[in-house]
Structure formats: C-alpha cells, structure tokens
C-alpha cells in the first residue's frame, strides 16, 4: 500500500491558536481537530465498526500493549492486519505501549535498553524495547504508529522527568530507524512532565527528527488541569505549524475545547466510553448520572434536542432501567449518546473555526459548563 | 385499541401435524410456526428493538415477574405500556409470572389463593394470584397475556401433578374474569407434568373455557426428550384445531423442528441468546464454542454460508479473542447469529409445510445434526 500521508493546514483562527486542517492516510482523510475513540482490545468498547463509523469517527485508537498480550501478533499477523481483523477499514492509530507499560503491569524495570515487565492478565514476563514496539505495530499495519516513549506520571521528581525526558528522544531516534510497513508513518511524542523547560527541551529534541506527526504525552494524569493548560499552551508553539499535533488521553469537553485553543489537532481518550459503561452519560450541561433515582420516571432523552440514536429512541427512566437491571443495551446506548456527544462537540468546534466563531463558542461553552457544574 | 386478534390456519402438512398459519394481533400478523425471542427485563439481551426485528422476530416474549419487581408497574405504567418503555412496536406475550415464582423466587408458599414469595432481589416479600398477574399484565400492556398457572418441576410425584392440574384450571377460571385492555388476549396453560392422563385432564379443563390460544407448560424442564416428545404428541392434538397452540420454554433445533411436527404453532426460549453470552454459537452442524483454542487461527466464519451480520463481517478468531477479551461486542455478534440461526430455520420450515416437504427436510436436519453431534 503506498503512503499518501499529508496534513494540510486549512485555517487558523484569529483569536487563538485554533487551526482547521486535514490529514490525509492511505485509508481515509480526518477532518481536524479531531477526536479518536479509543478501541483497547481491536473494539470500541460494545459497539460494531459500522455504529463507530456512523457515529462519525474517521479514525481510531487501539492499544499496541493490549493486543500484543492478547491476541498476540501471531493471530493478528495472520488475520492481515488489525484493519482486517477488527473489520474496521478507516485509519487507525496505535499507541506504542509505552503509557500502558509504565501503569498497568506490574514488576517493570525501565533501562535505556527498554522496559522489562510482568502481563497483568497471567503475571508472564515481557520486554519491551522501542525496536520491538514498532515491529509490533507494524504487524498491527495502523495508519499512524506512535514512538515508543517514558511516560512521567504525576507528580514526578525533576530529575525523574529529566531522564524520561532524555529516554524519550533516544529510544525515539532507534523507532524511527525501524522498517516499518510503506503504510504507516511515525509520530514522535512530547514528555517533560509539568515542567514547562523539559517540555520545550524534549520538544526541542524530538522535532530535529523528522516524525510525520507530534504528540504531547504525559498529561492528563492526575496534574490539576490548569496546570495542563498552562504546559499545553506553552508547549504547542514549539511543535512545526505543518505536522498533526495530538494530544493524549485527554476528551472531557472542557480539555477538548482547552487544547484546540491551544492548537492541538487530535486527541484521545476512554473518557465517553468508559464512563458510559458505568452509566454516566455527557451533556453540554454537564454529567446525567443516569442510576440516580430522580430518573426512575423522567421520559426525556438523556439530553433534549440530541440526535442520537439513543435520545431518539429511549428515556432516562428505561436507561436508568437498564442500567439497575445490569443490561448490556444500557451500556451500548449510552456509549452512543457520549461519542455522538464528544464527536458532535469536535464537529462544532471545526464549525466555529471556520466561521471565526470559535473564541465567542468557547466563552459561551464555559459559562453553560461551568454554570451547569454548580446546579 | 381495538382489538383484531385472529388466527388463520393457511396448511396442514400432509405427513405430521405440522401447520402453517397467521396470528394476527393489534400491533401486527406473525406468521407461524414462530419463535419468540425473550425479552425477560424489557430487553431482548444486548439487542436494541432494530436489531430483533431486522433479524426477523414479529414478537417477542416479556416476564411480568421480573418487570413486576423492577423496574416496578409504577414506572412501565407511567411510561404508557411496555410497549413504549422499551420502544418495541411489534406485538409483545408476556408470561404470567407463575413459572419464575416457582423456579426463581424463595420462600414461596403456594394455596388456593395465590403464592407468597420472596424476590430473588432483594428478598422482599410479595404476593402473586391469578388476579394480580393479569392486572400487571394489563399494565404492561402486552398483546398476548398468559394465564397464571402452576407450573410442575421435573421430576414430581403423581400427586403433586394433580394438585398443579386443579389449581392451574382454577386459576385459569379466576384468570379470565379480570378485565383487560382492549388490546389484549389471554392464553390458557395446560400442566400436568409428564403424565399423559393428566395431561389430557388439564387440556379438557383449560379448553372448556374460552382462551384465545393454548400453551403446554412444564415441558423442557428437565425430563429427557424422547419423554417430551412423547407428551407432545398425545397433548396437542387435545388442542383446539382453530386456535394457535404455544410451547414454552423450548428453542433448540432439534426441539423446534419435533414441536412443529406434534402441531405447535409458537415456541419461546432463552437458550439461543444465552448460550451466546456464554460463547457458544448455534450451527446446523451442532455447537461452536467460540473460546475453543482450535479457532484461534480460524478465519472463516462461524456457519459458513450463513448471512447473518456476524457471519458476513467477523472470523471466528476474531470472536474467540472478544470472548477471550471479555468484550461485549462478543455476546452482541453471538446473540446477532443464534436468533438469525433460529429465526431463519422457523423461515425454513414455514417453507416447507408450505411446499409440502415438512417431514423429508425434517429427516435430513435429524441425520445432518446427529452425524455433527457425533463428530
């Protein structure tokens, strides 16, 4: 498959660093900023590709960590590929295992070499090296394969950051002298903890390599978000104008809105998805907790004026229903309204880029948020 | 709601008891012989409303004792029915509650006058008579309700049988002086165990009184098949020729196609979709379970040949891994084939009374499914 990787940069907006673009894959193009849903185990989470399709995802993520323990390369080799066995035939991102590695296993020993650890499903023993995570995304064949990095978690040490810091760009310079598939093409990824001088230092570091996208990794881990908007703001200006910016893990609509200020291009996240499961359903005014009693008989939609399969077709009271019942429908249901919610919300935001709308969108989205939070 | 409740007998099969016929209710006809897929919580698990009905069910079956516990008459009544709760508006047969009483409730005491039990919920204590079954029922609104009866266990004394015949007749007579909504239709249940006299008792009993269609109860609860068969063959010939005749609780392959021949009109049962839950898919070949380590490299589908959604899009591999996984999406694909499987071999043999080869096709699934059970 030849490469067809571009990014075009389609607007910026006045007021702030907000920009419109779009970027090109082999196998689709990604209007920008967008969100990603996240797809752990080669599925978003109870729903089929068809229903994340509709609900206007034009890429995904899935976790390199997850289907290299299980089902393993060799099942997913012989499949032809993530894309194929999934039955998902839009672009797919997939994480390097670096973030999963450093919070979910366990008996981890990080070297320059790379990260010995211990599977959290069955306690066998891995290692895990920036050479070993590419080729196992290339086996996966997505669209975009992230470096392999050392996440700092917060809070962190200086010096703890420093050397995830320096890591981080060594391992980076072996990812990028893997062979991967003609497909797939490399973003590097930004640590430096919450200090905004190892930000700029690893930022510094990573773009003098030549990866096709940047993202900023390491946040949205327990720092107070304002702290995050403050590295996020002083971090993005130091990313190249004409390369995709991604934010990880970060898809709450206040953090979307936040980092697209902040001229971020993509970002991920399990928030819509797993707080769905657990029967929390997002609104522009905020979390409807749909177990709370209040519900038993409201024969609204979970959010009025909605156009989501969900809303259309079912109320509070039989999702609350559902939920008290411990239904599987209720689960699916409300990880359609939450990823209707989030990509509808980035739909918007392309919206108001465009029409010089987005700074007065913004402020407008704050004060029903923020009003909607003290209720 | 003007009730339109007829049922027409299209064709006898020439060789068996085999009929083909039309049930038409106020919320739509279904074509006979049907299954119902269960809907036990107000959900046909994991499947929304779409989904049931483009898999091709024209009714499906509710159980008034758990909506009666949860989420409550208060709730489905204040919803305007089950109907709407559930956005399904295809006709709906709810059972009556006797049969659950009996096999999931504690401390249940049973007289003359109705049953004291305990929810299997929470262990509050309730009180179900042949009264309050309807009354729940005519909230629920359903378009074929069910007579409250008393369901014997397998095994059980003689005497004990007698005991259910006489309070189950005496039921049915209580059953059908409680006033309905329009709607609405009653069926009668014939008990009596696995004792053909009693049997014949109980169906002289129900028969003279005037239910809109017959069931048989108490079969399929553990007595071997031959045994079943048997009892079928003898009961329902007892059965009005002009009245649809349901058999509950049964929906294996091998089961629906002897119903079929003994003159049975609709069946219902759990097992297609919670046999799918638990990994296992349902073939004319016999079983595959999915989690088999023989399908981990398995690409094809589970029944090739099968058009069903899972079949057309997803490998067996590929499902192996979801139920490996703990996905969801792994009991939605299973659940999705099992009622096509089902569904689809109802079609065919709908086909075939119709093209007069009812029992040649009924001999060849026998040889087909008992060769595959060998294997």
């Not at 196998?27 to 229903?51: N, S, W, Y």
């Not at 995904?60 to 290299?68: F, P, V």
């Not at 971090?235 to 390369?243: A, F, I, R, V, Y």
């Not at 918007?348 to 003290?374: G, N, P, Q, V, W």
Request: glycine share 8%; aromatic share 8%; proline share 5%.
């Amino acid at each position: 498959m030849q490469n067809t990787f571009s990014f075009q940069l389609l607007k910026k907006s006045a007021g702030s660093a907000a920009r419109l673009g779009r970027l090109q894959t082999t196998r689709g193009a990604i209007d920008t900023p967008a969100f990603m849903p996240v797809g752990t185990q080669a599925t978003v989470k109870t729903l089929t590709p068809e229903e994340v399709s509709q609900l206007g995802a034009e890429i995904i993520l899935s976790n390199t960590y997850h289907l290299y323990l299980r089902p393993g390369t060799e099942v997913i080799a012989a499949a032809g590929g993530l894309h194929r066995f999934m039955n998902w035939e839009r672009p797919v991102l997939t994480d390097s295992g670096g973030f999963q590695v450093f919070s979910l296993s366990s008996l981890r020993q990080v070297t320059d070499e790379g990260v010995q650890f211990r599977s959290h499903l069955d306690g066998s023993p891995h290692f895990l090296t920036p050479e070993r995570s590419m080729e196992v995304q290339g086996v996966l064949g997505s669209d975009i394969a992230m470096a392999f990095d050392e996440c700092s978690p917060y809070p962190c040490s200086y010096e703890e950051a420093v050397a995830a810091v320096e890591r981080t760009a060594l391992w980076a310079e072996r990812c990028l002298k893997v062979s991967l598939p003609d497909s797939q093409v490399v973003f590097g990824i930004v640590q430096g903890g919450v200090f905004p001088e190892l930000r700029s230092r690893s930022a510094r570091l990573l773009t003098s390599m030549n990866f096709a996208g940047y993202a900023i990794g390491g946040l949205s881990v327990g720092e107070p978000k304002p702290m995050m908007y403050e590295i996020l703001d002083r971090t993005t200006p130091l990313l190249p104008e004409d390369k995709p910016r991604y934010l990880m893990g970060v898809g709450s609509a206040d953090c979307l809105w936040e980092g697209v200020r902040c001229g971020i291009d993509m970002f991920d996240c399990v928030l819509p998805t797993r707080v769905a499961r657990n029967g929390t359903a997002l609104t522009a005014r905020g979390k409807v907790v749909i177990r709370n009693a209040e519900y038993a008989l409201d024969f609204s939609p979970i959010e009025p004026g909605c156009s989501c399969y969900t809303c259309a077709n079912f109320t509070r009271a039989y999702l609350r229903h559902l939920f008290k019942a411990g239904e599987i429908l209720g689960h699916r249901l409300l990880t359609i309204h939450n990823l209707h919610f989030t990509l509808t919300l980035m739909k918007e935001i392309r919206k108001a880029i465009l029409a010089d709308t987005f700074e007065s969108r913004h402020e407008e989205f704050k004060a029903r948020y923020h009003s909607a939070k003290e209720l």
